[in-house]
């Protein structure tokens, strides 16, 4: 078991200044596979003078040498593909096909996309007799969830990074040890000191005390809506830029008319992905009342090539929860919408057979559900799709918006306008037309309480400046 006493701070590990330990499980085994330290004010309090401390310097540094730095952080992540995957499938439990290709890949694509980004980026711009130029907003606390833990870091340590500001990051406490790999890729790519801080520890002890950091400029926080409240409102208090990335309880639409088949093989795999822990899932499927019994059967179907099982096979497709909080709570949500009347069609709260140890649920598909329902309200995040019944398409639109999130959704229709043209009403961040993929480069956010701001692309690195007006 490795144990870990530092932390990231000043570009050295430097042994942390707060006593406690966090213990890693791994999701499969149950088994304690490292600890590090539960850092909290004094180690935070380091971290953003280190950051501070560097800021004026690297905001003054040109964009080639943003890029040299970068360009060597991107080959580092390049380099460690197989085991940041390994990392993520050993703390998380995401299976290691989907680790290698998404957890691994995914940041490894985003942190190329920065390069070009940051290449083209005009940080000035002529405005009649003004020049406004695009700064650094500073010192960026990053503060990242469990269930793509490098992706949600480098979404954000990335582009805060070519947009000239220091970063302190406090990772999840169930994923730190990717966090750590990070850190040290960072290190390897030779960054001046303090331009990149990693503190682990208690969301409600170093999370809470970096948000309200009187030297943090900006707060970026990817986590759960209740969570995001609390940050927004510390924030507030401080006059500090927050940029909040929440949770979803998004909406495929099945138009009459789509190739219904696909529609609903598409949002299976869309739903079970990374055991059901991503916050962008459909977790919501609405199809037309007429084709109702046939798209459960077709969901039914698909969900059967779905067995749970370890996930360092390479060939598991569904790996355990993060956590026995979270096994709980999803089986929680699928007793409470059975005793609310909605049919089980496959899976359920009961342990998976043949599995005794590890956090694994069975994988779940729920007809009969309608909107009233708390798993048509409230985010789950574990493998369980709900099916809804519409009437017609305004019926459609009201269920698609009846929630308070709004991160993403799907619409399937015979036609690309027919799609086009409902996904315009859907009051959320980003719709796939008939399958659309996903793209690193598009602005990714939500509406409502799914969020404010937006990360990837130009949008996100836009995040991280502030103009100032220059008159002539
Ligand atoms: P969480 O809100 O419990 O924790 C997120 C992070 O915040 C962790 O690092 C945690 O330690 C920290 N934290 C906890 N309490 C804090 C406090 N009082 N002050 C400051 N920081 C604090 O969320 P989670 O359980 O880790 O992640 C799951 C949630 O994240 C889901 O709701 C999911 O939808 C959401 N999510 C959203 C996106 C998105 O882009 N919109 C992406 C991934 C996950």
Redesign the pocket.
Known sequence: MQQHADQYIGGAWRPSLDGGAIEVVDPATETVIATVPAGAAADIDAAVAAARAAARGWAATGREERLAALTRLRDGLAAAQAEIAATVTAELGSPIGFATAVQAGLPLAVASSYLEILAGYAFEERVGNSVVHAEPVGVVAA??????PLH?IVAKVVPALAAGCTVVL?????TPLVARLFARIVDEAGFPAGVFNLVT????V???A??AHPDVDLVS????????R??AE?AGRGIKRVA?????KSANVVLPGADLARAVNVNVANVFANSG????AWTRLLVHQDQYEEAVELAAKAAAKYTPGDPTDPATRLGPLVNAR?LERVRGYIRGALDQGARLVTGGPDRPDGLERGHYVRPTVLADVTADMTVAQE?I?GPVLSILAYRDEEHALELANGTQYG?AGGVWAADQDTAVAFALRMDTGQVDINGGRFNPRAP???HKS??IGR?LGTHGLAEYLHTKSLQF
């Not at 503060?143 to 793509?148: R, V």
């Not at 406090?170 to 169930?174: G, I, L, Q, V």
């Not at 520890?201 to 409600?204: E, F, I, R, S, Y």
């Open positions: 503060i990242t969830p469990w269930n793509y949600q406090k990772p999840a406490e169930d520890g208690a969301g409600t170093a999370g809470a970096l948000a926080f990817t986590g759960s809506t209740a969570v995001g609390t940050v510390t909040l990335e929440l949770g979803g822990q991503t916050c962008s979270q985010e995040f991160l990714f956010g939500g799914s969020g990360e």
